[in-house]
């Protein structure tokens, strides 16, 4: 396994992260307690959950599930870098969700008693509250920190403006401020080039990328859709009637370099600026193993050239769209 710096921090985290998102959902409590001992086995030390998780009816979840893991011992919390989330409503009362003071209080111990730990290792805002002034946010992230609750804050989904209101509020208290920002990245959305990616860089931050197969379409789905094992549902199936050419473009490329779609979209991740690792959320052990394997892929300049070729990027604004 490979490791790297969390933006500017001395924090050491995997190339790699584990999401969460299927726990409880897609995979029962005991295929996830396999998945993460798996993942420790593979050296994947930084685990990515949110207190939403589980949905509906069953938010905190998948907290609880993986509460339940540390609770086994065996240095599974000690091995783990833990990273949650708040924002999202928890319930209907007025104050349960976004991010005021009282909620990220209030939000902070619910997090801390359904993941049996006794602090969070990055604590992420999962949007950016409009509504709420950062005096106000960085205030309660402080008092967190002071008590132990929590190391490292970090944001995801925010616009490159909203990154640089955030450090500079930070700055003028003297705190750390974000060490990380998680957003939408991969071959075929690649908006967050236009300025989050610059901002993160800018203010050493690590920029952890979220669905870096997009719902699957970077990972071989038109070879699945011809064998019929899998074809794609919901969202995807615009998408992919949109932008079919360029897949099976990438397809190609990839059939031609002798590695599988997955494993090259990951691996491209790994080589951007800013990126510390990609998150992927396995439902099965098995689609674990395959995401570790993208780490043996590197990918040479002549083929990262023929990527952008298939899948056009963007140059930091404005010279995207000016001079």
């Known amino acids: 396994m490979e490791y790297t710096h969390l933006g500017r921090t001395g924090l050491s985290v995997s190339r790699l992260c584990l999401g969460t998102m299927n726990f409880g959902v897609h995979t029962e409590e005991a295929d996830a307690h396999r998945i993460m001992d798996a993942a420790h086995g593979h050296g994947i030390n930084f685990f990515d959950t949110a207190n939403v998780y589980g949905w509906g009816e069953n938010k905190g979840l998948t907290e609880t599930i993986i509460g339940n893991w540390f609770a086994k011992g065996g240095g599974r919390r000690e091995k783990t870098v833990i990273a949650t989330k708040l924002y999202g409503d928890m319930g209907d009362w007025p104050n349960?969700?976004?991010?005021?003071?009282?909620?990220?209080?209030?939000?902070?111990?619910?997090?801390?008693?359904?993941?049996?730990?006794?602090?969070?290792?990055?604590?992420?805002?999962?949007?950016?509250?409009?509504?709420?002034?950062?005096?106000?946010?960085?205030?309660?992230?402080e008092v967190l920190t002071l008590q132990g609750k929590i190391v490292y804050v970090g944001s995801s989904n925010f616009a490159g403006w909203h990154l640089a209101q955030a450090q500079e509020a930070a700055k003028a208290r003297h705190f750390l401020g974000l060490t990380s920002e998680q957003s939408l990245y991969n071959l075929l959305e690649r908006s967050v080039e236009l300025e989050v990616a610059p901002a993160a860089q800018h203010y050493g931050l690590g920029l952890i990328a979220w669905s870096p197969l997009h719902g699957g379409l970077l990972g071989g789905v038109l070879r699945k859709e011809r064998e019929g094992v899998r074809r794609a549902q919901g969202r995807a199936v615009d998408t992919l009637n949109e932008r079919r050419e360029q897949i099976q473009a990438y397809e190609d490329l990839c059939e031609e370099l002798g590695h599988r779609p997955g494993d090259v979209a990951l691996a491209w991740l790994r080589s951007r600026p800013a990126v510390t690792a990609p998150i992927v959320g396995p439902r099965t052990e098995e689609q674990l193993t395959a995401a570790v394997a993208s780490l043996d892929v590197e990918l040479d300049a002549k083929t990262l050239e023929r990527l952008d070729e298939i899948f056009p990027g963007h140059r930091t604004a404005p010279e995207d769209y000016a001079w």
């Open 96 to 141: 349960e969700g976004r991010l005021s003071a009282l909620n990220i209080r209030r939000a902070v111990d619910a997090s801390l008693r359904r993941l049996q730990t006794d602090h969070i290792d990055l604590y992420q805002m999962h949007h950016i509250d409009r509504a709420t002034p950062w005096d106000e946010i960085w205030q309660a992230m």
